[in-house]
């Protein structure tokens, strides 16, 4: 059973870096040919894709996040990372990593993490 | 503003139907057969109920069912149930590996 586990700071201060971590257990990321994202949701709002990257490094990214936005993989710890700088309290929001269903397809998204709320303040 | 326009709310009596429209554009519905709909209930994560417009991932109930028209998805559920109320979100695969959501439709049952 496939299970993804974000975590990270809760609380970050503006115009820092924000860095989250997803553990994935029940697949390997190396050689896997899933896709892996993260998505947000600032509380009380929809929902919004940051990114997803690939089991071999390959990422793709929001349009409107891709300068404050970076997806890495670590196959030996079998977890995917994201950093964004910049932080405003715009970004304040629930995150969450997932996988694609099927192999080499971005999406949809299958399996979610529970998220992590990720406040913006000083 | 979402990519996708999505109606804010929805509503229907237990064993109604309801349909739920999802507005993109040519370079996101109206191209790509990479429709999927998620179902949220709060403070959970979002589940998959439909994906590549009209599939039903199994142990979906087949009151769920989704269609489109040019650059138009819909999600369906018949037969409502106190269950199905929650926000729905659609999600299209959109040009140059980009991925685009809807903000989302509170649906109630009456």
């Known amino acids: 059973q496939l299970q993804l586990q974000e975590s990270g700071p809760g609380l970050v201060k503006p115009s820092e870096t924000l860095s989250l971590t997803c553990t994935v257990s029940g697949d390997s990321l190396d050689g896997s040919s899933y896709y892996w994202a993260w998505i947000r949701q600032p509380p009380g709002k929809g929902l919004e894709w940051i990114g997803t990257i690939y089991y071999s490094g390959s990422t793709y990214y929001s349009p409107s996040l891709k300068s404050r936005a970076t997806l890495s993989v670590d196959t030996s710890k079998n977890q995917f990372s994201l950093k964004m700088s910049s932080v405003t309290a715009a970004d304040t929001a629930v995150y969450y990593c997932a996988r694609g269903l099927f192999p080499n397809t971005m999406v949809p998204f299958n399996y979610w993490g529970q998220g992590t709320l990720v406040t913006v303040s000083s | 503003q979402s990519a996708l326009t999505q109606p804010p709310s929805a509503s229907g009596s237990p064993g109604q139907s309801v349909t739920i429209s999802c507005t993109g554009t040519?370079?996101?519905?109206?191209?790509?057969?990479?429709v999927s709909w998620y179902q949220q209930h709060p403070g959970k994560a979002p589940k998959l109920m439909i994906y590549?417009?009209?599939k039903r991932p199994s142990g979906v109930p087949d009151r769920f069912s989704g269609s489109k028209s040019g650059n138009t998805a819909s999600l369906t559920v018949s037969g409502l149930q106190a269950e199905d109320e929650a926000d729905y979100f659609c999600v299209s695969y959109a040009a140059n590996n980009d991925c685009v959501f809807g903000g989302g439709t509170e649906l109630t049952v009456l």
């Open positions: 590549e417009v009209s």
């Open positions: 040519s370079r996101d519905v109206g191209t790509y057969n990479h």
